[in-house]
């Protein structure tokens, strides 16, 4: 059964110049006890949609309900049974780990001792009690994330809601945050999770929900999703991209449709129906046209290809600049 539920949520945000729909009438079903994902690029609407959900905003219209307490009348409600955690480590760089756990126990009303025997059990289940002491502005960034993620299950919420949680962190510390999320879920958390990492919706998701335009544009696991793009995908990557339009018009034979370049020009790929035949007939053309290749062979579609297909752009991966969903006051300002 579904524990978070929302349906026909929009938000408009207007300026002199401007005008931006950050949600467009979106739906969301979230089953309890999984993961589910809201997968899109800057400005797609994904922050509105959890703003909403964790009553930081209110939408203009639509209504939503988390395991059974309606977020519009009853936000107190609601947060008490949540949890949250930002795009950015909402932490006080001057205290100490435990000390930013103790401040957020206490302003759930835990009282002093009780907030600080959790601080502790958070600290000792995120693996930082060697740093538990030491203020956080020493901190590297996956710790403060953990730090962070702590601060959201101090009151054991059933629901935990995460905006892009590994934004910035470098790989091993991303892998290490996604297997900590995967543990919570493990013991009954209900994640909602937004991101724009194609490979952490993959690894980490139950469900996804695509979002563009601020409303759901296909919804499906992860392998239900690629099965919408079909087949495989026939790649190759040329000795010298001055052949890449000539290699682009045998693949584009082969496939119907224009092949996808990338940045350097030497590696191309399109979607065939039939990959090991396609291939096979595609080097035999590259080898009579007298196309050298590094290299060529098939994969299964991405959730890249997936999002490329529906929305004809690739979805952004994460650009370091740490941007928002790009709306006037959308995800950052309105709160």
Not at 134 to 160: E, Q, T, W, Y
Not at 249 to 274: F, K, M, N, Y
Not at 295 to 308: E, H, S
């Amino acid at each position: 059964m579904a524990i978070i539920e929302a349906h026909g949520l929009t938000k408009t945000y207007a300026s002199r110049s401007t005008t931006v729909h950050a949600l467009a009438g979106l739906d969301l079903l979230v089953p309890e006890g999984r993961v589910k994902a809201l997968l899109g690029p800057n400005g797609a609407g994904k922050t509105t949609t959890v703003k909403v959900l964790n009553t930081l905003i209110r939408p203009d219209s639509g209504t939503a309900v988390i395991d059974g307490v309606d977020v519009l009348a009853r936000p107190q409600e609601v947060r008490r049974m949540i949890g949250a955690s930002g795009q950015y480590a909402a932490v006080d760089e001057n205290l100490t780990g435990l000390e930013n756990l103790e401040m957020v126990g206490r302003l759930y009303q835990l009282g002093t001792r009780r907030a600080r025997i959790r601080a502790q059990e958070l600290i000792d289940a995120f693996g930082l009690s060697e740093a538990g002491d030491r203020p956080v502005k020493g901190f590297s960034g996956g710790m403060r994330r953990r730090i962070d993620l702590a601060g959201a299950l101090v009151n054991n919420p059933r629901i935990l809601f995460l905006d892009e949680p590994t934004t910035g962190l470098d790989p091993r510390s991303r892998l290490g945050l996604w297997e900590t999320i995967g543990d919570l879920v493990k013991s009954g958390t209900t994640v909602l999770l937004t991101t724009q990492y194609l490979e952490e919706a993959d690894y980490l998701a139950d469900h996804i929900s695509v979002i563009d335009s601020g409303t759901v544009i296909a919804e499906g696991t992860s392998d239900e999703l690629k099965a919408q793009v079909g087949g495989h995908r026939v790649v190759i990557s040329l000795v010298n991209a001055r052949d890449a339009r000539a290699a682009g018009e045998i693949l584009a034979r082969h496939g119907g449709t224009q092949p996808g370049v990338s940045d350097d020009g030497r590696t191309l790929d399109v979607p065939v129906d039939r990959g090991p035949v396609v291939l096979q007939e595609v080097l035999g053309d590259l080898e009579r046209s007298g196309i050298p290749l590094h290299d060529a062979g098939m994969r299964r579609p991405t959730l890249d290809d997936v999002f490329l297909t529906l929305t004809g752009r690739h979805a952004e991966a994460e650009s370091g600049n740490g941007q928002k969903d790009s709306a006037p006051q959308d995800e950052e300002g309105a709160a």
